[in-house]
């Protein structure tokens, strides 16, 4: 018997062969009942987009050690998994996360097509909930917008005004609106006034399509800055599909606030703070939250950039730049009801930030006072370090280099999977290597060619590592690894090819972009379609929590 085989003969013996079930309707009352709940679609970001509950959080399957304990860092949480109609996948999570501790483990009777069937809605999309938050500002705060065509002869007539693009810059530098500069989203009225002389000068906020354009107008709006604000309306892909060139490779970035810039910005969040209900804690609050962790869940988030979260950030926060907290929250938050807590170094963005996270529904969000001064110890500096769960085959799985997989290709010894996502296998993979998807592996090694030897690779080879158990127990052959993956490939002068060949299964692993299709204007009017749909769609859901706040008396 392999290890492998062992471990799982093990585990059959020590962990229940059958989980607790809900049905639907339990699930959809238990999202509205204040208590603390973990929601997750085990299924592929790709499937997870075509059709879901509205506030499910996607948690692949394929990338539970990746990505849970960040999500969802309470084991005794009460979580219900969800997959299609019983497939059996929600129960492989349930095991597996039992062997990591979680105790309140459940799975949703009949999945997704027992959703359907209890008469209750389905929604396509990623970070629907925010997306459909972003519609319901424009309809109830009536944020102004104009069109591509409105906005190029802005341009040509030479008007005063400033188009700040409210993506990070990633996405900014890939492509933009042509003059635009670059301040994203929470960054917006942390730099804005120092970035308009008069009051005439017209703010224009633009973003990929709706969601961070929308949210950054009307956060300005909130503001109280005096200058005429608008959105782009439907952002960079309405450029794109009015017929307009865009920029690529931009580097004009909003500075950071002068002083004066800083202290009007400082009282503008303060006011922003009032209106919404914006509570602030200090360190000791702080701490014993912290201390209350194990009961109750807690989420420290670092809001200001990437940047300045490397240079030096509160030890155990994590980072999520405010715009992309709002834009996807479910990307950071996967425990319903939760506490959350806002950092940074002045106040602006955390306050800015949490007054749409009371807006979008959620109840304790705090902003820390002092900000990164307050907890009176020293900054931890770097990147954040995703807290990844224990993985078995860990360092016991064969490594080899890129001389010797060569060797066995060419030998007809070895075959290659490859498991990056179908975006990067498209962009460029090992010539003659296989896609597939960790969570289908079994269905995958089923058609491939006779072999004496399974490598597996990825973009860098440790998604390819994590894997490898996976492999071992379904694979007939001896199971080993491309050590560095495809990055070891190419840095051996060795060339990847383009394309989606010798497929083992579709490309619904992840969600393609209207930017990542072939027919990109096709693709962005369907989109654009679904985000202005949201609107009707969220009228006819039962509990959605969106907050409307009335404007204060001028």
């Not at 070895?414 to 975006?423: G, N």
């Not at 393609?512 to 027919?519: A, C, F």
């Not at 369907?526 to 204060?552: H, K």
Request: overall charge negative; glycine content about 8%.
């Amino acid at each position: 018997m392999s290890a492998s085989s062992a471990s799982a003969s093990a585990r059959s013996a020590s962990q229940p062969t059958s989980w607790p079930t809900v049905d639907a309707r339990q699930v959809h009352a238990m999202l509205s009942d204040g208590q603390e709940l973990a929601f997750l679609d085990v299924r592929e970001e790709g499937v997870f987009h075509a059709a879901h509950p509205l506030f499910v959080v996607s948690a692949p399957f394929s990338h539970l050690e990746m990505r849970l304990a960040d999500l969802v860092p309470r084991r005794d949480t009460r979580m219900v998994l969800m997959d299609a109609e019983g497939e059996g996948l929600s129960e492989r999570a349930a095991e597996r996360m039992a062997e990591w501790g979680y105790s309140h483990v459940a799975v949703l009777k009949g999945g997704l097509q027992a959703w359907r069937d209890a008469g209750l809605q389905v929604f396509s999309g990623i970070y629907v909930p925010s997306k459909a938050f972003g519609e319901f500002v424009e309809h109830s705060y009536g944020t102004p917008s104009i069109d591509a065509q409105e906005l190029k002869t802005w341009i040509s007539e030479g008007r005063d005004m400033v188009i700040l693009d409210s993506r990070p810059y990633s996405e900014f530098h890939n492509y933009s609106l042509p003059g635009g500069i670059n301040c994203p989203g929470a960054e917006l009225v942390h730099r804005v006034f120092d970035l308009v002389e008069r009051e005439s000068t017209t703010v224009v906020v633009n973003c990929a399509g709706r969601t961070r354009g929308i949210i950054g107008a009307q956060s300005l709006i909130n503001a109280g800055l005096r200058n005429p604000v608008v959105c782009v309306r439907n952002g960079t892909q309405g450029w794109h599909l009015s017929g307009e060139t865009m920029a690529s490779g931009s580097k004009a970035v909003a500075p950071p606030p002068t002083l004066e810039g800083l202290n009007q910005a400082i009282e503008a969040s303060q006011r922003v703070a009032k209106r919404f209900g914006v509570r602030e804690i200090d360190a000791a609050r702080l701490r014993e939250l912290q201390a209350q962790a194990g009961e109750r869940t807690l989420y420290l988030f670092d809001v200001r950039t990437p940047e300045e979260y490397e240079a030096g950030h509160i030890p155990g926060a994590r980072t999520a730049p405010g715009g992309q907290l709002v834009q996807s929250t479910d990307h950071y938050v996967g425990t319903r009801s939760a506490r959350i807590v806002l950092c940074d170094d002045n106040g602006v963005r955390a306050r800015m930030t949490a007054s749409w996270l009371i807006q979008l529904g959620w109840t304790d969000v705090f902003v820390l006072q002092g900000g990164l001064s307050a907890c009176g110890q020293a900054l931890e500096k770097g990147p954040e370090v995703p807290t990844h769960l224990p993985v078995e085959a860990g360092s016991s799985v064969r490594k080899l280099g890129v001389l010797d997989v060569q060797q066995k290709l060419k030998s007809g010894e070895a075959v290659v999977v490859d498991l990056s996502s179908s975006l990067r296998f498209r962009d460029g993979h090992i010539s003659g290597a296989w896609f597939a998807v960790r969570s289908r592996l079994a269905n995958a090694i089923s058609q491939l060619p006779a072999h004496k030897l399974l490598v597996l690779t990825s973009l860098d080879g440790k998604f390819a590592e994590i894997a490898a158990t996976d492999a071992q127990a379904v694979s007939p052959v001896p199971v080993a690894v491309l050590q560095g993956g495809n990055a070891a490939w190419t840095a051996a002068g060795l060339t990847l090819e383009p394309g989606l060949t010798q497929m083992t299964t579709s490309t619904d692993d992840v969600w393609y972009s209207p930017y990542d299709h072939v027919d990109r204007t096709k693709a962005m009017n369907a989109y654009l379609s679904w985000e202005i749909g949201l609107v009707e769609q969220m009228e006819r859901e039962d509990g959605a929590l969106f907050q409307y706040f009335a404007s204060e008396p001028a």
